[in-house]
């Protein structure tokens, strides 16, 4: 009688411990007869960061059975993100995001199109993404030291391009340099010298060919003085003699040994707030730095003159 009731309690402990272990079940996990409609999520390796940097954006999706991605993948919603790099992997699609501005990187819903066994176009979809940006320049912009921005990451390799087209092109070069030497060597030294074009006037028309193509009048500042600085730093790497165009506005300062060039490090400086600090200028501002670029062309024009003395026309209008 009493190994009956022994018996009769370890069933009882059996059942307890059945119906616990009940829902741990892998099998529970799906109702029966609901048919999988596959699902996306999205995972970033940083929640914030500095302006410039690249954030990776990984996007983890299973499909339904018998459904497939198209040939050309298509991922809505992150249309105000700057993809620089995409890696598809089975399951994952892995995207390179690069924060060029200093708002905070917000988007709505992710979608990802697959087609099903007929052909038929659906979606996958998950919710949004947020990235806040790091300022370089905290509060008071004019006042700090603008750091270079990060390298911009290549989106695919050149070697090849380089290798079919360069080879061509360098053997064409080095026959015509040959042909050039030849020609120097049977002619007089006072006979036939190319003409050359004085910087400042190389300058001053780049400066009216800006001027003309609208950019600061139809709202798009960056590019205007994204322009306007390179035409600065190539006059004044071609009068001083050091790769200004290279350099950074600080390394630039740096290598300035000539009083009458500080203000273009001015205009530069006032250039970069625009370029990487969103900073919105004034017509009349731009005004200003157009005028002020001109008249530091006309202060050092006569720094830098051909020794052939054969100047263009233009050039001495200029």
């Given at each position: ?8 309690g ?58 497939h ?29 690069i ?72 053997l ?33 028309r ?61 205009l530069?400086?006032q ?48």
């Amino acid at each position: 009688m009493k190994h009956c009731r022994i018996s009769n309690g370890r069933k009882i402990l059996r059942v307890i411990a059945f119906l616990f272990l009940l829902p741990l079940n892998p099998v529970w996990a799906q109702a029966p007869g609901v048919e999988f409609q596959g699902d996306l999520s999205t995972s970033l390796d940083k929640a914030s960061a500095p302006v410039g940097t690249v954030v990776r954006l990984n996007l983890d999706y299973r499909l339904p059975p018998e459904g497939h991605l198209p040939e050309k993948i298509d991922i809505q919603g992150l249309e105000d993100a700057s993809i620089v790099d995409k890696k598809f992997d089975p399951g994952r699609i892995t995207l390179k995001l690069i924060l060029d501005g200093t708002q905070i990187l917000e988007t709505g819903p992710i979608r990802l199109k697959y087609l099903d066994e007929h052909g038929d176009e659906l979606w996958l979809e998950t919710g949004g993404i947020r990235i806040d940006v790091i300022s370089n320049l905290e509060q008071k912009p004019e006042e700090r030291s603008l750091k270079p921005i990060r390298e911009i990451i290549p989106t695919q390799s050149y070697w090849r391009a380089w290798l079919f087209w360069g080879i061509p092109a360098v053997l064409i070069v080095v026959a015509i340099l040959g042909m050039i030497i030849w020609y120097k060597r049977r002619t007089d030294a006072r006979g036939w010298q190319p003409q050359q074009t004085a910087p400042h006037v190389r300058a001053k028309r780049s400066i009216d060919d800006l001027i003309r193509t609208g950019h600061f009048e139809q709202g798009r500042y960056k590019a205007f003085y994204f322009r306007f600085s390179e035409i600065l730093k190539h006059y004044l790497e071609e009068i001083r003699g050091f790769p200004a165009a290279e350099y950074t506005t600080e390394e630039i300062s740096n290598n300035i040994s000539h009083n009458e060039d500080y203000p273009i490090v001015g205009l530069l400086k006032q250039a970069d707030l625009v370029k990487f600090a969103d900073a919105t200028p004034t017509p009349a501002r731009k005004d200003q730095e157009i005028a002020a670029a001109l008249n530091y062309i006309d202060q050092t024009s006569s720094l830098h003159q051909p020794e052939s003395g054969n100047v263009l026309d233009e050039d001495q209008k200029a």
